[in-house]
């Protein structure tokens, strides 16, 4: 087994580079990328590991290049690998796997929020599902969660609303379902683990008749929880699609997916000083009656036609429904004078959310002037709904002792209200073009146009407004392939961020314009030893401005200020070492400033210039090593190195880095099933993904799992 993996990774590494480089993306390209969207995705036993630069992808261009074609940083991490590495969230597969992306999860952004390259939360870094953008409702995005229904997950670093509008500043996480196939195929996991959990999955595909095929993908998740009382938590999430061949050039999938969770009511533990003592660490100081719960419904109907082999139409309609509701008491504040905590902040939030939309675009191979060339244009329209309900202004407030408290009830002491509703109207045209100067030259070279008009009331405060924020992104970039395993490429890129969630914007925040960023990127791509190993290089700099943030004099008002920057290279390699030695390592470095900005703090300016931005590492480094150390059998090691982060705009809260170590066994117990014992976080850490300069939101301490997986 070892020497047949090796030999299949060498031979996709070994065959990616002569056919991709000979040409401009035109039929071969678009067939690959065809059958990944349409046929659903490689055969299972191609799924390779690596940097998987020959596979064609549409989150870093929408000619369907791949990314040793794209002047920019693309990682595409592939479904198998997250899955043979034990990675059962989307948070846990980006952050371990992606060069330079940490998580900042929190139950009040969805447990769905990173930071790449400088730039923190879900108005910079932009989520998206299947290609389409998922809006923000007031800092929150909670679906999808669950990687078992994952193709892959591609991330896309560095500005990208040349692609997808306003809010990718940092970058990109696209999580690409599963599609149907025309081979039958199915697939199943059970596992159980620390804490009570269990877990419970399902897959399964194939054709009905000539021209249907249909996948099912059912996962749910359920655990006791490591923080006591009440940190269980359950969900479960379900993808279904299928394809129609209408004709041989035209294709229709409609798919259904929703999601059901309900997480951990865990909002973090209170600071002692400058750390969460050992006593304190598995406590869970929230209140008995405490709720949190997300409901995701998406439909997508996309219809694929290629008239001639020059000419692909592609059109995707959906809608998105999102309910949540959080009760809970989320913040923590140790009393040094008292030896007793203080609870505040008891929050009841409902959000209503309704997303409809519409993308068409349509690509054209040809050339021009005598050279090859690859265009495709095309437009995209929402409508979105969005109502939250709440017992703003958020009162109460309890004292508890931390190691003998009563957890006490839920407090609502304004009632739960409409205080936010709003209707956004969004519509974007767009453009990008590959043209091939000469076989070993391309220029690449793309333009957006949005324009969301947002509408806003807010009933509790008599206040509304309605404004339309529009922006021009732009990117032109180069690549050249002086031989066949090496492309060096060099880009330039305009990007707009939004004031805060584009959807819930505030009327204080309504009187100022998007922020705007630039980035400057240079790097290369290759391969090495024959095609057993791949590598990438990216040295970057990116400044954003006119940057909004809160007074904290006036915390109702806010100010647009000032100037944020990040400079950093970012390295990645994978390579097979021997028929069962392999290594994949990727690292970034970085230096993120506040260039410009000062505040006003009781009546003193306060200047924040040159410190480092909330919330974002200096360093980030991943490592996976395996070794297939006899007939069937595999182990991993894999380490997630993330530097120390601040909470506060004066760098005056540190939080520190972390290391975590995890590791999995498998054992291939019949050529159709699989035993995986998987440990995480084997040196049993304590530390932080999120927090505040009162608590600590802490990662799971060491936890075990065993899984079994079958193939029918």
Do not use: C
């Amino acid at each position: 087994m070892p020497a047949r993996r090796a030999r299949r990774s060498t031979t996709l590494a070994a065959s990616l580079a002569a056919p991709l480089l000979a040409a401009a993306p035109g039929a071969a390209e678009e067939l690959a990328l065809d059958r990944i969207d349409v046929a659903g995705g490689r055969p299972r036993e191609e799924a390779a590991p690596g940097l998987n630069l020959a596979t064609p992808s549409r989150s870093g261009s929408r000619l369907g290049l791949t990314p040793f074609e794209t002047p920019a940083s693309l990682d595409i991490i592939s479904g198998e690998t997250i899955r043979a590495r034990g990675q059962n969230t989307v948070e846990e597969a980006v952050t371990q796997n992606a060069v330079g992306i940490t998580s900042i999860a929190a139950p009040g952004n969805g447990n769905l929020a990173f930071t790449a390259r400088g730039f923190a939360g879900s108005g910079s870094v932009q989520q998206l599902y299947d290609g389409t953008r998922l809006y923000v409702g007031a800092g929150t995005v909670t679906f999808p969660f669950d990687t078992w229904s994952a193709e892959r997950i591609e991330v896309l670093r560095g500005p990208a609303s040349v692609l997808y509008g306003e809010g990718a500043i940092g970058g990109i996480v696209n999580v690409v379902p599963k599609k149907p196939v025309f081979t039958p195929i199915g697939e199943a996991r059970a596992a159980i683990g620390s804490d009570g959990l269990a877990r419970l999955a399902l897959d399964t595909g194939g054709p009905v008749g000539e021209n249907l095929a249909y996948r099912l993908n059912l996962s749910g998740n359920r655990a006791d929880g490591w923080v006591k009382p009440d940190g269980d938590f359950r969900n479960l999430a379900l993808s279904a699609a299928v394809t129609w061949r209408a004709a041989p050039d035209l294709s229709v999938t409609l798919s259904h997916d929703l999601g059901y969770n309900e997480p951990t009511r865990y909002w973090g533990s209170p600071l002692i000083g400058d750390r969460v003592p050992d006593r304190l660490r598995f406590t869970n100081y929230n209140i008995r009656d405490s709720q949190i719960a997300w409901f995701d419904n998406w439909t997508q109907l996309r219809t694929e036609w290629n008239p001639t082999p020059d000419i692909t139409i592609r059109n995707t309609a959906y809608r998105l429904s999102t309910e949540r509701h959080w009760r809970d008491v989320e913040q923590y504040t140790y009393q040094p004078a008292t030896g007793l905590i203080r609870r505040s902040d008891y929050i009841e939030i409902f959000h209503h959310q309704e997303q409809i939309g519409n993308r068409l675009d349509a690509t054209f191979r040809g050339s021009l002037f005598g050279f090859k060339t690859s265009t495709v244009v095309g437009f995209d329209v929402n409508h979105i709904d969005f109502r939250r309900d709440s017992n703003a202004p958020f009162g109460g407030e309890s004292t508890v002792d931390p190691y003998n408290f009563s957890q006490g009830s839920f407090v609502n002491l304004t009632g739960t209200r409409t205080d936010i509703v709003s209707r956004t109207r969004q519509a974007s045209v767009f453009a990008e073009n590959r043209l091939e100067l000469t076989p070993q030259l391309a220029l690449v070279t793309g333009v957006r146009y949005d324009v969301p008009r947002v509408a806003v009331s807010r009933p509790l405060a008599a206040t509304a407004f309605e404004k339309t924020f529009d922006s021009v992104s732009t990117r032109a970039a180069a690549i050249y392939t002086p031989t066949p395993d090496l492309a060096l490429y060099a880009q330039y890129a305009t990007a707009a961020d939004p004031l805060g969630s584009l959807i819930t914007t505030s009327v204080a925040q309504s009187q100022f314009q998007l922020a705007t960023g630039e980035q400057v990127e240079a790097g290369a791509k290759g391969l090495f030893d024959g095609g057993r190993g791949e590598w990438t290089f990216a040295g970057y700099h990116i400044r954003k401005d006119n940057l909004l943030t809160p007074l904290p004099d006036r915390p109702t008002q806010v100010a647009q200020v000032g100037s944020q920057s990040s400079r950093g290279v970012e390295v990645a390699f994978a390579y097979q070492l021997s028929d069962a030695w392999r290594i994949e390592a990727n690292t970034a470095l970085l230096r993120a400033r506040y260039d410009t900005f000062a505040q006003t703090i009781d009546g003193a300016a306060v200047s924040f210039s040159g410190k480092v931005p909330v919330n974002v590492p200096q360093r980030v480094t991943n490592v996976w090593l395996s070794y297939a150390f006899a007939p069937g059998w595999v182990a991993r090691v894999g380490v997630n190195d993330v530097g120390p982060v601040f909470s506060d705009f004066a760098n005056t809260f540190r939080r520190p880095g972390y290391t975590l170590l995890n590791a999995s066994l498998d054992w291939q117990v019949t050529p159709a099933s699989r035993l995986s014992l998987r440990g995480y976080n084997l040196t049993d850490q304590l530390y932080a993904v999120s927090g505040n300069t009162n608590s600590w939101l802490l990662g799971r301490p060491r936890s075990v799992e065993l899984a079994y997986h079958v193939t029918f």
